[in-house]
């Protein structure tokens, strides 16, 4: 019998004044804000990253904030995919990883690498990207070795991590290509469901699925709504009773909803946390 997969939910990120008194409970201090939603949730997609580069210790307070089972998933940093645009960039990954996102441990999920909307599809170009990416602890270990410039050593030690993962987010039309699948499913990169009007695709490029849920991918749609968390519920089960593990953050504009639709997946796919 086929193993089936583990499904976590959750949002972009966790810091966010609105949901002080909405989401947070009335009263609750700044600095516990991670360790609450980490109760509620089971993912957290750390955008931070994105921006510069963490040190090791704050990787390590986040996954000391979270219960066993919590994952972390960490963006890929613009300077890889805005500014390098994912070319000569094999110094900027090493620094980027030997920067600390080991220190989660047993809380590292997937690495997502969010390209810029001008940023056609590139065969040659992304081949090339996507061999640089470890693929598995030691490749990553090789790679963060050869970190230049930091001020601190490169951070190795790779305790508790069992996995390496890669997502990818497209957003230029030109990779709406089975070209372009076939490429990330080569090295097993998985390609970013956006679940919007422009790309509502939902094929699987990898062994795992990584829903970014912007939508619903209707005309008009305003924020998703019971049916939409029930359809998603169906997508995300047979995904997972074939095998996968699956991520699904909600980051679409209505973040202030984001984490009770989070909540309410969990829910539809039958999975309880203390509190609900």
């Not at 090295?187 to 849920?213: G, H, K, M, S």
């Not at 169906?234 to 699904?248: E, L, S, Y």
Request: hydrophobic letters at 40%.
């Amino acid at each position: 019998m086929a193993k089936h997969g583990e499904v976590r939910t959750g949002t972009a990120g966790w810091v966010y004044a609105p949901w002080r008194g909405t989401f947070f409970p009335a009263g609750l201090v700044q600095k516990k804000e991670l360790s609450y939603a980490a109760s509620r949730l089971t993912s957290i997609e750390i955008n931070a990253t994105f921006r510069a580069n963490q040190k090791p210790d704050s990787f390590a307070r986040w996954a000391g904030e979270t219960p066993d089972g919590f994952k972390f998933s960490i963006k890929g940093p613009q300077l890889v995919t805005h500014v390098r645009r994912l070319k000569n960039c094999g110094q900027e990954l090493a620094n980027f990883f030997a920067s600390g996102p080991l220190a989660l441990g047993d809380r590292l999920g997937p690495f997502v690498w969010q390209l810029p909307p001008n940023l056609a599809f590139d065969a040659q170009g992304l081949d090339a990207f996507l061999a640089l990416l470890p693929a598995d602890i030691d490749t990553y270990l090789a790679l963060a070795g050869k970190s230049d410039g930091a001020k601190t050593p490169p951070y190795l030690d790779a305790n508790g991590v069992t996995i390496i993962r890669h997502a990818i987010e497209p957003r230029h039309p030109s990779f709406n290509s089975p070209e372009a699948d076939d490429l990330l499913r080569r090295y097993n990169v998985a390609r970013v469901v956006a679940d919007t009007a422009e790309n509502p695709f939902r094929n699987l490029t990898a062994d795992f699925a990584y829903c970014r849920l912007q939508g619903p991918a209707r005309p008009d749609a305003d924020g998703y709504e019971q049916a939409d968390i029930a359809d998603w519920a169906g997508t995300i089960a047979n995904w997972r009773d074939h095998g996968h593990d699956v991520f699904a953050y909600f980051v679409h504009e209505d973040k202030l909803h984001a984490p009770a639709n989070a909540i309410a997946l969990r829910q539809a796919l039958g999975f309880q946390r203390p509190g609900d």
